[in-house]
């Protein structure tokens, strides 16, 4: 069984880079094949797919966030990370760290992390 656990600053002030991690136990990043995402909500909004890895490490990012975003892995702890930069209050939500088979996750299929709560305020 896949399990996912996101760690990082629960406040991040405006202008600022968010980073996140996520620490992956039952399957390896490197090898197998799971897209490993991101995804957020925002209050009062749905589900927000922002990025994803594969178990080769190529990526895709969300159109919307691609200039903001940065995703990348710590192939020796078996994590990957979120950087999201330059951020305002609309950042603010909760970020999910996802491993799914599909590039895209929805939330009736895959593994979840339990979600962690960022928040953009000065």
């Known amino acids: 069984q896949v399990r996912l656990q996101e760690s990082g600053p629960g406040l991040v002030k405006p202008s600022q880079t968010l980073s996140l991690t996520c620490t992956v136990s039952?399957?390896?990043?490197?090898?197998?094949?799971?897209?490993w995402s991101w995804v957020r909500r925002a209050p009062g909004k749905g589900m927000e797919w922002m990025g994803a890895m594969d178990s080769s490490g190529s990526i895709w990012y969300s159109p919307s966030l691609k200039s903001r975003t940065s995703i990348s892995r710590d192939t020796s702890k078996n994590q990957f990370t979120l950087q999201l930069s330059s951020v305002t209050p609309e950042d603010t939500g909760v970020y999910y760290c996802?491993?799914?088979?599909?590039?895209?996750?929805?939330?009736?299929?895959?593994?979840w992390g339990q979600g962690t709560q960022v928040t953009v305020s000065s």
């Open positions: 039952g399957a390896s990043i490197t090898a197998d094949f799971y897209y």
């Open positions: 996802v491993a799914d088979d599909k590039l895209e996750p929805n939330t009736s299929g895959g593994s």
